[in-house]
């Protein structure tokens, strides 16, 4: 693992310690470890899986193994910064999938990419479609592989062990997995021990982003920390519950926690 801690002073959110990072020093940091030959993991916490974290000790304590964990999430910014503590800014897994495949284009590494919608009707599926969106992009970039398994695949031993056999054999330098949380991230760990010069990012729905299976929120919402209602908006029947009778109360108590831990403690502790 890389010595985050030892490099810069990680900020205490709901049960995960997040590091400071803006988009553009995540890169050149995964840039640098590529280049030393040291593989990582990048972990991009939102509402919805700090939500999670709390309430589970085994998850947190497997994401604590991630070299990088940032905030995917307006709100998470948003608390670090009542509580009095200095988190730059959201990094979101959807843009971090363009900027290092920008960066690895000019590096020369090879990216495999896990996730996506299956096809229909024998439609290429979304991991290739991302794929053939990203090489267009950024002429130069190396794919070493797409999968795009079905549902559940991750239950059934014999397909895991394919998938997994699959990316191993590849030996990218990168592995974008779009399978939802926490599954991809139960994957991302079991690959690891096999790749130690790979670097792994986690990132949901980024991969249908890319395809053009989703069409992610426009910028001003986005930095506005409204991506949550364009994709309430656009799926209520998958996200109401989720967003609105288990997230919003969830960040209520975050910046409410945050703004206690400022009031209580002064001066406040600074990254």
Not at 112 to 138: M, N, Q, Y
Not at 185 to 196: D, K, N, S, Y
Request: hydrophobic fraction near 45%; proline fraction near 7%; aromatic fraction near 6%.
């Amino acid at each position: 693992m890389l010595h985050t801690r030892a490099r810069w002073r990680r900020v205490p959110l709901g049960g995960l310690s997040v590091d400071p990072l803006t988009e553009a020093e995540v890169v050149s940091h995964v840039r640098s470890a590529l280049a030393r030959g040291e593989g990582g993991w990048i972990v991009t916490p939102n509402v919805d899986i700090l939500r999670h974290v709390s309430r589970d000790p085994r998850l947190r304590a497997q994401l604590r193994e991630a070299d990088l964990v940032v905030a995917d999430g307006t709100p998470l910014v948003w608390a670090a910064r009542l509580a009095g503590w200095n988190l730059p800014a959201r990094v979101t897994g959807s843009d971090l999938i363009w900027s290092l495949s920008r960066a690895l284009a000019a590096d020369d590494h090879g990216v495999f990419i896990l996730g996506g919608t299956p096809g229909d009707l024998g439609e290429d599926d979304g991991a290739h479609r991302a794929a053939l969106v990203l090489a267009d992009t950024f002429p130069g970039l190396r794919i070493a592989g797409t999968l795009c398994p079905p549902f559940g695949f991750d239950k059934d031993p014999a397909t895991l062990a394919e998938v997994c056999d699959a990316v191993v054999a590849a030996d990218p330098r990168m592995v974008y997995v779009g399978i939802g949380f926490p599954r991809q991230e139960h994957l991302i760990r079991r690959l690891r021990a096999a790749l130690p010069r790979t670097w792994f990012l986690g990132c949901g729905a980024a991969v249908n982003f890319v395809a053009g299976d989703i069409q992610r929120a426009n910028p001003a919402m986005q930095k506005a920390g409204l991506e949550w209602l364009d994709r309430l908006a656009r799926e209520p029947r998958r996200l109401a519950r989720r967003y609105l009778r288990e997230d919003a109360p969830f960040a209520a108590a975050l910046l409410a926690r945050s703004l206690h831990h400022r009031l209580t403690h002064r001066p406040a502790h600074r990254a």
